[in-house]
Protein backbone atom coordinates (compact mmCIF):
# COMPACT_ATOMS: atom_id res chain seq x y z
CA UNK A 1 0.00 0.00 0.00
CA UNK A 2 1.68 3.60 -0.88
CA UNK A 3 1.67 6.13 1.64
CA UNK A 4 -0.69 8.38 -0.08
CA UNK A 5 -2.90 5.55 -0.40
CA UNK A 6 -2.41 5.17 3.46
CA UNK A 7 -2.87 8.41 4.05
CA UNK A 8 -6.03 8.58 2.37
CA UNK A 9 -7.81 5.51 4.04
CA UNK A 10 -6.82 7.14 7.43
CA UNK A 11 -8.44 10.23 6.46
CA UNK A 12 -11.51 8.15 5.92
CA UNK A 13 -11.62 6.91 9.35
CA UNK A 14 -10.51 9.61 11.10
CA UNK A 15 -13.72 11.37 9.13
CA UNK A 16 -16.07 8.67 10.12
CA UNK A 17 -15.42 8.91 13.68
CA UNK A 18 -15.88 12.88 13.73
CA UNK A 19 -19.36 11.96 11.79
CA UNK A 20 -19.76 10.08 14.61
CA UNK A 21 -20.32 12.58 17.49
CA UNK A 22 -23.51 14.23 18.64
CA UNK A 23 -24.44 17.36 16.91
CA UNK A 24 -23.48 20.45 18.87
CA UNK A 25 -26.59 23.01 19.12
CA UNK A 26 -25.56 26.52 17.35
CA UNK A 27 -25.30 28.61 19.89
CA UNK A 28 -27.06 32.14 19.03
CA UNK A 29 -25.47 34.15 21.85
CA UNK A 30 -22.87 35.67 20.06
CA UNK A 31 -24.72 36.94 17.31
CA UNK A 32 -23.92 40.93 16.96
CA UNK A 33 -26.11 43.03 15.74
CA UNK A 34 -23.34 45.22 13.65
CA UNK A 35 -25.70 47.09 10.95
CA UNK A 36 -24.10 45.65 7.89
CA UNK A 37 -25.19 41.95 7.92
CA UNK A 38 -21.92 40.46 7.82
CA UNK A 39 -22.63 37.73 10.21
CA UNK A 40 -25.95 37.12 8.59
CA UNK A 41 -23.73 36.63 5.06
CA UNK A 42 -21.33 34.53 7.02
CA UNK A 43 -23.91 32.53 8.52
CA UNK A 44 -25.46 31.45 4.92
CA UNK A 45 -22.21 30.95 3.47
CA UNK A 46 -21.65 27.99 5.89
CA UNK A 47 -25.65 26.55 5.57
CA UNK A 48 -26.73 28.58 9.10
CA UNK A 49 -29.42 30.32 7.37
CA UNK A 50 -32.05 28.92 4.83
CA UNK A 51 -33.42 32.64 4.12
CA UNK A 52 -30.52 32.91 1.04
CA UNK A 53 -29.13 30.12 -1.19
CA UNK A 54 -25.55 29.26 -0.30
CA UNK A 55 -22.82 28.13 -2.07
CA UNK A 56 -21.45 24.95 -2.64
CA UNK A 57 -18.41 23.48 -0.08
CA UNK A 58 -15.46 24.92 -1.43
CA UNK A 59 -13.51 22.17 -3.22
CA UNK A 60 -11.92 23.40 -6.25
CA UNK A 61 -10.17 20.90 -8.52
CA UNK A 62 -9.14 20.91 -11.65
CA UNK A 63 -10.56 24.60 -12.98
CA UNK A 64 -9.95 24.33 -17.19
CA UNK A 65 -9.71 27.55 -19.56
CA UNK A 66 -12.45 27.89 -21.94
CA UNK A 67 -12.12 27.24 -25.42
CA UNK A 68 -12.41 30.42 -27.12
CA UNK A 69 -10.27 32.86 -24.80
CA UNK A 70 -7.61 32.24 -21.93
CA UNK A 71 -8.77 31.96 -18.61
CA UNK A 72 -7.92 35.20 -16.32
CA UNK A 73 -6.67 34.50 -12.85
CA UNK A 74 -6.16 36.90 -10.60
CA UNK A 75 -4.36 35.79 -6.80
CA UNK A 76 -3.29 37.62 -3.66
CA UNK A 77 -1.05 37.24 -0.88
CA UNK A 78 -1.54 37.16 2.77
CA UNK A 79 -4.16 39.82 4.04
CA UNK A 80 -3.51 39.63 7.88
CA UNK A 81 -7.06 41.56 8.43
CA UNK A 82 -6.47 44.44 6.28
CA UNK A 83 -9.82 44.96 4.36
CA UNK A 84 -9.13 48.25 2.92
CA UNK A 85 -6.15 47.37 1.29
CA UNK A 86 -7.48 44.57 -0.13
CA UNK A 87 -10.48 46.44 -1.34
CA UNK A 88 -8.25 48.53 -2.98
CA UNK A 89 -6.28 46.16 -5.25
CA UNK A 90 -9.26 44.50 -5.57
CA UNK A 91 -10.45 47.39 -7.50
CA UNK A 92 -7.69 48.24 -9.34
CA UNK A 93 -7.50 45.21 -10.94
CA UNK A 94 -11.14 45.25 -11.75
CA UNK A 95 -12.69 42.48 -9.53
CA UNK A 96 -14.36 44.99 -7.59
CA UNK A 97 -15.99 47.94 -8.09
CA UNK A 98 -16.24 50.97 -5.67
CA UNK A 99 -19.29 49.69 -3.78
CA UNK A 100 -17.28 46.37 -3.72
CA UNK A 101 -19.20 44.60 -5.74
CA UNK A 102 -18.14 41.83 -8.52
CA UNK A 103 -17.22 43.24 -11.98
CA UNK A 104 -14.86 40.35 -12.60
CA UNK A 105 -16.56 38.62 -15.07
CA UNK A 106 -15.30 35.07 -15.86
CA UNK A 107 -12.06 35.81 -13.54
CA UNK A 108 -10.65 33.23 -11.12
CA UNK A 109 -9.58 34.92 -8.41
CA UNK A 110 -7.57 32.90 -5.78
CA UNK A 111 -6.68 33.93 -2.06
CA UNK A 112 -4.00 32.75 0.24
CA UNK A 113 -5.24 32.19 2.70
CA UNK A 114 -8.58 31.41 2.73
CA UNK A 115 -9.15 32.61 -1.33
CA UNK A 116 -6.46 34.32 -2.14
CA UNK A 117 -3.72 32.52 -0.12
CA UNK A 118 -4.73 31.62 3.43
CA UNK A 119 -4.34 34.31 6.21
CA UNK A 120 -7.33 36.95 6.35
CA UNK A 121 -6.88 36.64 9.79
CA UNK A 122 -4.73 38.01 12.91
CA UNK A 123 -2.86 40.97 12.26
CA UNK A 124 -5.14 43.36 11.76
CA UNK A 125 -9.15 44.06 12.69
CA UNK A 126 -10.73 43.22 10.07
CA UNK A 127 -11.13 39.24 9.94
CA UNK A 128 -15.12 39.43 10.22
CA UNK A 129 -15.32 42.06 7.26
CA UNK A 130 -12.96 40.32 5.07
CA UNK A 131 -14.26 37.19 5.70
CA UNK A 132 -17.92 38.32 4.75
CA UNK A 133 -16.59 40.28 1.64
CA UNK A 134 -14.96 36.92 0.51
CA UNK A 135 -18.60 34.79 0.67
CA UNK A 136 -19.96 37.81 -0.80
CA UNK A 137 -18.03 37.51 -3.98
CA UNK A 138 -17.95 33.55 -3.94
CA UNK A 139 -21.83 33.98 -4.50
CA UNK A 140 -21.81 36.92 -7.11
CA UNK A 141 -18.66 35.52 -9.29
CA UNK A 142 -20.38 32.36 -9.09
CA UNK A 143 -23.59 34.24 -11.13
CA UNK A 144 -20.98 36.03 -13.52
CA UNK A 145 -19.27 32.88 -14.40
CA UNK A 146 -15.93 33.64 -12.34
CA UNK A 147 -14.45 31.73 -9.46
CA UNK A 148 -13.89 32.63 -5.94
CA UNK A 149 -11.02 30.13 -4.67
CA UNK A 150 -10.33 30.35 -0.82
CA UNK A 151 -7.02 28.50 0.43
CA UNK A 152 -6.40 27.74 3.79
CA UNK A 153 -2.81 29.29 5.65
CA UNK A 154 -1.40 28.22 8.54
CA UNK A 155 -3.00 31.41 10.40
CA UNK A 156 -6.25 30.25 10.01
CA UNK A 157 -5.54 26.76 11.23
CA UNK A 158 -3.91 28.24 14.41
CA UNK A 159 -6.97 30.02 15.06
CA UNK A 160 -9.01 26.72 14.62
CA UNK A 161 -6.90 25.27 17.15
CA UNK A 162 -7.56 28.46 19.56
CA UNK A 163 -3.66 29.80 19.68
CA UNK A 164 -4.12 33.09 19.40
CA UNK A 165 -0.66 34.42 19.59
CA UNK A 166 -0.79 37.00 16.91
CA UNK A 167 -4.83 37.91 17.53
CA UNK A 168 -5.29 41.93 17.93
CA UNK A 169 -7.24 43.40 20.61
CA UNK A 170 -9.11 45.43 17.99
CA UNK A 171 -9.83 41.94 16.42
CA UNK A 172 -11.39 40.59 19.57
CA UNK A 173 -13.58 43.87 19.71
CA UNK A 174 -15.55 43.53 16.48
CA UNK A 175 -16.60 39.84 17.87
CA UNK A 176 -17.96 41.59 21.23
CA UNK A 177 -15.48 39.39 23.89
CA UNK A 178 -13.20 36.37 23.92
CA UNK A 179 -15.77 34.00 24.61
CA UNK A 180 -17.49 35.31 21.53
CA UNK A 181 -14.94 35.06 19.38
CA UNK A 182 -13.99 31.50 20.42
CA UNK A 183 -17.26 30.38 20.03
CA UNK A 184 -17.78 31.87 16.18
CA UNK A 185 -13.97 29.72 15.38
CA UNK A 186 -15.40 26.47 16.44
CA UNK A 187 -15.13 24.09 13.48
CA UNK A 188 -18.12 22.24 14.40
CA UNK A 189 -20.95 25.06 15.27
CA UNK A 190 -18.92 28.38 14.53
CA UNK A 191 -19.64 30.63 11.91
CA UNK A 192 -16.41 31.18 10.66
CA UNK A 193 -15.02 27.76 11.82
CA UNK A 194 -17.49 25.56 9.79
CA UNK A 195 -16.40 28.07 6.73
CA UNK A 196 -12.89 27.30 7.51
CA UNK A 197 -13.85 23.27 8.03
CA UNK A 198 -14.70 23.56 4.16
CA UNK A 199 -11.89 24.72 2.80
CA UNK A 200 -8.76 23.17 0.69
CA UNK A 201 -5.30 24.08 1.44
CA UNK A 202 -4.39 23.88 -2.37
CA UNK A 203 -5.60 24.08 -5.92
CA UNK A 204 -4.49 23.59 -9.18
CA UNK A 205 -5.89 25.89 -11.80
CA UNK A 206 -4.71 25.03 -15.70
CA UNK A 207 -0.92 24.71 -14.95
CA UNK A 208 -0.83 26.33 -11.99
CA UNK A 209 -0.74 25.26 -8.26
CA UNK A 210 -1.70 27.47 -5.52
CA UNK A 211 -0.76 26.88 -1.96
CA UNK A 212 -0.16 28.92 0.86
CA UNK A 213 3.45 28.06 2.20
CA UNK A 214 4.47 25.30 -0.58
CA UNK A 215 3.69 21.63 -1.66
CA UNK A 216 7.10 19.38 -0.95
CA UNK A 217 7.42 16.39 -2.78
CA UNK A 218 6.54 13.67 0.56
CA UNK A 219 2.59 15.48 0.28
CA UNK A 220 2.28 15.58 -3.46
CA UNK A 221 1.86 12.18 -4.56
CA UNK A 222 -1.96 12.38 -5.17
CA UNK A 223 -1.97 16.00 -6.65
CA UNK A 224 -4.59 19.01 -5.09
CA UNK A 225 -7.19 16.91 -4.77
CA UNK A 226 -5.38 14.05 -3.06
CA UNK A 227 -3.50 16.15 -0.66
CA UNK A 228 -6.82 18.39 -0.14
CA UNK A 229 -8.57 15.14 1.01
CA UNK A 230 -6.04 13.56 3.56
CA UNK A 231 -5.47 17.67 5.37
CA UNK A 232 -9.69 17.54 5.52
CA UNK A 233 -9.97 14.15 7.14
CA UNK A 234 -6.99 14.90 9.84
CA UNK A 235 -7.96 19.00 10.40
CA UNK A 236 -10.53 17.73 13.14
CA UNK A 237 -8.51 15.98 14.80
CA UNK A 238 -5.47 18.49 15.48
CA UNK A 239 -7.67 21.24 16.15
CA UNK A 240 -8.97 19.32 19.20
CA UNK A 241 -4.96 18.08 20.02
CA UNK A 242 -2.31 20.05 17.54
CA UNK A 243 0.66 17.77 19.87
CA UNK A 244 -0.71 14.34 18.88
CA UNK A 245 -3.91 15.13 16.21
CA UNK A 246 -1.46 14.80 13.18
CA UNK A 247 0.23 11.96 12.86
CA UNK A 248 1.11 13.06 8.90
CA UNK A 249 2.94 16.59 9.77
CA UNK A 250 0.76 18.29 7.50
CA UNK A 251 0.58 21.08 9.60
CA UNK A 252 3.55 20.85 11.15
CA UNK A 253 7.22 22.51 9.75
CA UNK A 254 6.89 20.19 6.40
CA UNK A 255 3.03 20.74 5.50
CA UNK A 256 1.53 22.83 3.04
CA UNK A 257 0.69 25.50 5.36
CA UNK A 258 4.13 26.13 7.06
CA UNK A 259 6.75 25.02 4.74
CA UNK A 260 9.35 28.01 3.62
CA UNK A 261 11.95 26.57 1.74
CA UNK A 262 10.51 27.60 -1.27
CA UNK A 263 11.18 31.12 -0.32
CA UNK A 264 14.36 31.04 1.17
CA UNK A 265 16.46 28.10 0.49
CA UNK A 266 19.48 28.47 -1.99
CA UNK A 267 18.10 28.10 -5.41
CA UNK A 268 20.64 25.11 -6.33
CA UNK A 269 19.37 23.05 -3.45
CA UNK A 270 15.88 23.67 -4.11
CA UNK A 271 14.42 24.01 -7.16
CA UNK A 272 15.52 20.64 -7.83
CA UNK A 273 12.64 19.42 -4.84
CA UNK A 274 10.31 21.98 -6.80
CA UNK A 275 10.73 20.18 -9.63
CA UNK A 276 10.00 16.96 -8.24
CA UNK A 277 6.97 18.15 -7.01
CA UNK A 278 5.40 19.93 -9.74
CA UNK A 279 6.04 16.63 -11.78
CA UNK A 280 3.78 14.53 -9.21
CA UNK A 281 1.18 17.52 -9.17
CA UNK A 282 1.16 17.44 -12.60
CA UNK A 283 2.20 21.64 -12.92
CA UNK A 284 3.93 23.94 -14.73
CA UNK A 285 4.38 26.45 -11.87
CA UNK A 286 4.04 26.30 -7.90
CA UNK A 287 2.59 30.40 -6.82
CA UNK A 288 2.80 30.70 -2.63
CA UNK A 289 2.56 33.67 0.06
CA UNK A 290 3.31 32.39 3.46
CA UNK A 291 7.15 34.17 3.05
CA UNK A 292 6.74 38.35 3.53
CA UNK A 293 9.13 39.30 0.39
CA UNK A 294 11.25 41.95 2.26
CA UNK A 295 10.83 44.09 -0.44
CA UNK A 296 7.36 44.08 -0.90
CA UNK A 297 6.97 42.93 -4.67
CA UNK A 298 6.15 39.75 -5.68
CA UNK A 299 9.29 37.83 -6.59
CA UNK A 300 9.84 34.63 -8.63
CA UNK A 301 12.45 31.87 -8.17
CA UNK A 302 13.72 28.61 -10.24
CA UNK A 303 13.34 30.07 -14.14
CA UNK A 304 9.85 30.81 -13.28
CA UNK A 305 8.69 27.96 -11.49
CA UNK A 306 8.00 29.32 -8.46
CA UNK A 307 6.01 32.85 -7.70
CA UNK A 308 6.19 34.00 -4.05
CA UNK A 309 3.02 36.60 -3.57
CA UNK A 310 2.86 37.59 -0.06
CA UNK A 311 4.11 40.90 -0.65
CA UNK A 312 3.26 42.37 3.08
CA UNK A 313 -0.86 43.64 2.62
CA UNK A 314 -1.50 44.22 6.00
CA UNK A 315 -0.72 47.28 7.90
CA UNK A 316 1.29 45.36 10.50
CA UNK A 317 3.72 44.70 7.23
CA UNK A 318 3.92 48.17 5.66
CA UNK A 319 0.52 47.99 3.60
CA UNK A 320 1.99 47.09 0.51
CA UNK A 321 -0.46 46.44 -1.90
CA UNK A 322 0.23 43.23 -5.10
CA UNK A 323 -1.32 40.91 -7.14
CA UNK A 324 -0.49 38.48 -9.78
CA UNK A 325 -2.39 37.93 -12.96
CA UNK A 326 -2.43 34.85 -14.93
CA UNK A 327 -3.64 35.16 -18.63
CA UNK A 328 -2.55 32.59 -20.55
CA UNK A 329 1.32 32.40 -20.56
CA UNK A 330 1.27 35.76 -20.13
CA UNK A 331 2.19 36.45 -16.09
CA UNK A 332 2.60 39.87 -14.49
CA UNK A 333 2.59 41.55 -11.39
CA UNK A 334 0.89 43.95 -10.58
CA UNK A 335 1.19 47.29 -7.84
CA UNK A 336 -1.23 49.98 -6.92
CA UNK A 337 -2.07 52.39 -9.19
CA UNK A 338 -2.12 49.05 -12.04
CA UNK A 339 1.53 49.87 -12.73
CA UNK A 340 2.74 45.83 -14.24
CA UNK A 341 5.54 44.17 -14.18
CA UNK A 342 5.80 40.87 -16.38
CA UNK A 343 6.65 37.89 -14.78
CA UNK A 344 9.30 35.25 -16.81
CA UNK A 345 7.44 32.16 -18.29
CA UNK A 346 8.49 29.16 -16.54
CA UNK A 347 10.66 27.22 -18.47
CA UNK A 348 9.70 23.43 -19.69
CA UNK A 349 11.16 20.57 -18.28
CA UNK A 350 12.32 19.79 -21.74
CA UNK A 351 14.59 23.16 -21.78
CA UNK A 352 16.00 22.80 -18.32
Not at 49 to 76: C, G
Not at 162 to 172: C, E, P, Q
Not at 242 to 260: A, E, K, Q
Request: net charge negative; proline share 4%.
Amino acid sequence: MSRLTWLLVLSCLVSLVWAQREPVPVQEEFQLDNGDGILSLLKTAVGLDDNRQSPESESPTDAKTPSQEPLRIVAMGDLHGSYQNTVDILRYMGIVDSDDKWIGGKTVYVQTASAQYGDVVDRGPDTIKLYALLQQLKIDAKLAGGEVVALLGNHEIMNLAGDWRYVTTSDIETFGNRTARQAAFDIHTGYIGTYLAKLPISARVNTTVFVHGGIHPSFAEGGSEGLNAVAKGMLPGYVKDPRHGDTIGIFHTLGPVWYRDYALEDEDVICPVLDEALLMLEAERMVIGHTVQANGRIGHRCDGRLITIDVGIGVAYGSHQAALEIIGSDVWAVYAGGKRSKIQEPLKRDEL
